[in-house]
């Protein structure tokens, strides 16, 4: 059974272009959540998912980020005219259910520079 | 605001002895708590779990132990094994927010176990 499968595992970018990242939850899993972690920092939730709808964006950045989970493909995390401040690991969790202990299985992440 | 605190950036264990990793809390909406560990290059995966209404929870080598009055809790692994190497993460969700996966993370501790 296969895991939380992210891509691109990393991923360089210029200022100013667009990062897409991508994540397939784990079969069975129809709940998807991206945390971002900043250098010496803990994981930070961003966004939580299920197909077609999000459901909590509150840790979201204003601009330039937003995400889908649509009906049919992985979920994808899209960040627009990237800055140098962007420069993370993104983790992607999936769970079978709205879970309420937050046991989530977190995939390997995809690490994004920004030059 | 740093809700969920490891004030300890790393801890260096002699194998076969005792590790402590502690973690504190400031929001008392807080009802569950997890550790997680992680590998370099990879994903959190998720090591124990703890009610509030419990002050002890089990699994084999590793120990949680929480204080509500004190809004601490600690990881106890014994005996520490060099597997055990890996940055620990501790996190908290709260049932009553409605997104109970919104799990907010400590900065981790680096546990290095020594031969």
């Known amino acids: 059974n296969a895991g939380v499968m992210q891509n691109p595992r990393h991923l360089v970018r210029r200022r100013g272009q667009e990062a897409r990242l991508r994540c397939s939850p784990m079969?069975?899993?129809?709940?998807v959540y991206w945390y971002r972690q900043l250098p010496e920092e803990g994981l930070k939730f961003m966004v939580y998912?299920?197909?077609?709808?999000?459901?909590?964006e509150s840790g979201m950045p204003k601009e330039r980020f937003s995400a889908e989970f649509p009906k049919e493909g992985p979920s994808i995390l899209r960040i627009q005219q990237v800055v140098r401040g962007d420069s993370a690991a993104y983790f992607c969790?999936?769970?079978?259910?709205?879970?309420?202990?937050?046991?989530?299985?977190f995939g390997e992440g995809s690490r994004l520079t920004v030059l | 605001d740093q809700q969920v605190k490891q004030n300890s950036p790393s801890l260096s264990v002699q194998e076969g002895r005792i590790s402590i990793l502690n973690c504190d809390y400031t929001n008392s909406m807080f009802d569950y708590f997890l550790w997680y560990k992680k590998y370099p290059a990879e994903g959190p995966t998720f090591l124990i779990s703890?009610?509030?209404?419990?002050d002890k929870n089990e699994d084999g080598r590793f120990t949680v132990f929480l204080n509500k009055s004190a809004k601490h809790l600690s990881l106890h692994i014994v005996p520490s094994q060099p597997g055990d190497s890996a940055v620990y993460f501790c996190a908290a969700s709260a049932h009553d927010t409605g997104t109970a996966s919104k799990l907010t993370f400590g900065t981790g501790t680096r546990l290095q176990v020594t031969l």
């Open positions: 998912l299920q197909k077609e709808n999000i459901i909590d």
């Open positions: 969790a999936s769970s079978p259910l709205r879970v309420n202990t937050g046991e989530l299985f």
């Open positions: 079969k069975g899993h129809s709940h």
């Open positions: 703890i009610s509030s209404i419990k």
